[in-house]
């Protein structure tokens, strides 16, 4: 008999690194933190930007806040795009975590879901990244933190800055932030590579569908959608650069839009992408096994057919049987997905549109407000 699902409310436990095995080291960070996922997640914030308004105070180029044209005090839009950035830092960090949390938390439903001998690979997936793609994390997260600098590089020129200048400035928090933010971005494409990898593996050697039990299935959609809406809450956060701090009564910054829906739409194809890799390998087994039921029905129906067409009760019945069985194999659902899982999903594509929906609601509030015209 299966084992049944670990409750989702019970914390997975720390992670324990396999020999062979190694983990990023914001897990470790993670791990040694005693304020569990949510306050560690709200410390890098705190530590991330409050670097920045430390630096911003010091130097004053520019200042966090500035007068508006009618007076009011506004914070400048280096420091709107530096929290922003903070937001990104944090939720690239904590996303390589939760994505722990979730490989944890449906080990047992994932073991119940495939053969025996997929309890092996399972445990892979929970014992930290395998050794032999160490290279290739850190050849992308430098690859990432030279983007970074070119991306300070590139500051500078446009901003006619020397190098002085710069880091006497709020360039400093850019050029230590920049590169370690860049880098987990580029690694974390390898990541998805190698997750989404290692599913398919998992799926293609060790899932034997079993028509009668593909509730146990839905873990496949579960984890699709975690990836996906993950990938969905970056979007939302890159659509932050759109605000514009600076003037409430047009809150909406179309210049920024030539930058910002590129990377959003990466971000978007991104939780596509895994959650597609996570759905279609078991979509394809669920109908190769529906196919390979239906023909066994066919060739038992037209081996009894005759006998039941000439008046022999017992083929009748077998044949009966049989039809009714066919109709119930055909309408067995194809994919590994429940109702919930769909209807989430469809609220999580809506993530990134709440970043304009806001900035919209607040533009009419403070229009009214100013103006006194009705929203």
Wanted: with cysteine; proline share 6%; aromatic share 10%.
């Amino acid at each position: 008999m299966s084992q049944s699902p670990a409750p989702s409310h019970v914390a997975p436990e720390p992670p324990k690194t396999l020999p062979g095995h190694f983990q990023p080291a914001e897990v470790r960070f993670y791990a040694l933190s005693p304020l569990g996922f949510v306050g560690t997640s709200a410390l890098i914030l705190i530590i991330v930007y409050g670097f920045y308004l430390a630096v911003a105070t010091l130097t004053e180029r520019p200042p966090i806040f500035e007068a508006s044209e009618t007076g009011e005090l506004v914070m400048t839009q280096v420091a709107w795009i530096a929290l922003v950035l903070s937001l990104i830092f944090t939720a690239g960090t904590a996303f390589t975590e939760s994505g722990r949390h979730m490989w944890a938390r449906e080990r047992v439903p994932l073991i119940a879901a495939l053969s025996p001998s997929g309890a092996i690979e399972v445990e892979a997936l929970n014992a930290g990244i395998p050794d032999r793609w160490r290279r290739q994390y850190l050849v992308m997260f430098a690859v990432g933190a030279f983007a970074g600098l070119a991306f300070n590089a590139f500051m500078m020129l446009s901003g006619d800055f020397t190098l002085g200048g710069y880091v006497n400035s709020v360039g400093l928090w850019f050029l230590v932030i920049s590169p370690l933010l860049y880098g987990i971005g580029f690694r974390a494409g390898v990541d998805i590579a190698r997750e989404s990898g290692a599913l398919k593996a998992l799926i293609r050697g060790h899932l034997d569908v079993d028509l009668f039990h593909l509730d146990r299935l839905a873990v496949f959609g579960r984890i699709g959608l975690k990836a996906a809406r993950s990938w969905m809450i970056m979007a939302a956060i890159l659509l932050l650069f759109l605000i514009n701090p600076n003037n409430p009564q047009q809150i909406f910054d179309a210049s920024q839009l030539w930058m910002t829906v590129p990377v959003v739409a990466v971000s978007v194809l991104g939780g596509l992408f895994l959650l597609t890799s996570a759905v279609h390998p078991v979509h394809k087994k669920i109908c190769a096994a529906k196919h390979a039921e239906l023909t066994r029905i066919h060739a038992e129906m037209d081996r009894v057919r005759d006998r039941a067409l000439a008046g022999d009760a017992e083929a009748a019945s077998a044949l009966a049987g049989l039809t009714d069985y066919e109709v119930w194999i055909d309408n067995r659902s194809e994919w590994p997905v429940s109702s919930g899982v769909t209807t989430r999903f469809s609220l999580y594509i809506l993530l990134p549109l709440l970043p304009i929906l806001g900035s919209y609601i607040f533009e009419k509030i403070a229009d009214q407000l100013v103006t006194g015209t009705p929203v």
